[in-house]
Structure formats: C-alpha cells, structure tokens
C-alpha cells in the first residue's frame, strides 16, 4: 500500500469512528457547550467538515469553498444546528475527500501542493484530514464522558 493509499484509508476510518461517535451523542450534547464556555460539537464537527471539504476542492483542482469570517472559533451556520443536519454535512465532506482521494495515483500523492507552512506532497494534506477529524473526535469522546458514556462506539 502506497501512501496516497494509506492516506485515502485513514481517512476513511477517521470518517466512520468519527461519525459513530456523533450518532451515539444526544442532541443536546452536540448543541450545548460543555461547561458553557467550550466549544459545542455541532461548531467543531462544522469547521472539521469545511476543512475536508477544501482539501477535497484542492485536490479535485478547484476552488475550494471559503472558511466562514468572523471573529473567534467558526461556527455552524442556522442551518447545520441539528445533530441530523451536522451528522450529513460532516459524512457528505468526508464522503468527498475519501472519493477523490482514491482516484489520485501514487504519483499525483507525491506532487507537492501549497498548503499552510509550505508546500506539501498531496498525501500530507489528506493523512492531515484525517489526524484533523480524529482530534476533534477526541472531543466528542470527552463530551461523551463528561456525560457518563464510557464506552467506546467505534467498531
């Protein structure tokens, strides 16, 4: 297995734990702020779903769609504040880079793309998608333990 490969495969599993631990969560849970002043789960998984988005956009060749403005952490518009709603945009955007991250050839995952700090071979920026989802999927885990789930949902 080539690195572009093990790239677009972790990935896919990152989707999958991901979006397990979303299903397991209550509404509540995704909409509220732990403690109050964290951030909910329904922004993060929305800055997570738009960053694999732009990866995707990138690595398809066009432009990729622009993070919202504003001040502080981004936030989920109107629109995605349902664990319904967030659950489908998070899987549409992972759905996107896995697919057009198994269409690149080893050779296309090696060629260098401008990404922040510099540019990078194209396997980078989908392993960092991946590394990206799971860290905030540590998130859930804790708003899930924070609320007595200890168990593992991924499976």
Known sequence: MGPMEA???????AAKNYLDDLE????????????GTARSAVDFTFETAIINKRI???LNGVEPPAMPEG???????EELRSKSAIAEYMKSACDELIAVAKTKSEEAGAQLMPLFGGEKPTFYAVNFAAMHTMYHCAQLNFIQSLAGDMEVHWG
């Open 7 to 13: 790239a677009a495969a972790g990935m896919e599993s």
């Open 24 to 35: 397991a969560m209550s509404e509540a849970q995704i909409l509220e702020s732990a403690g």
């Open 56 to 58: 995707a956009a990138r």
């Open 71 to 77: 001040e502080g952490w981004t936030v989920a518009p």
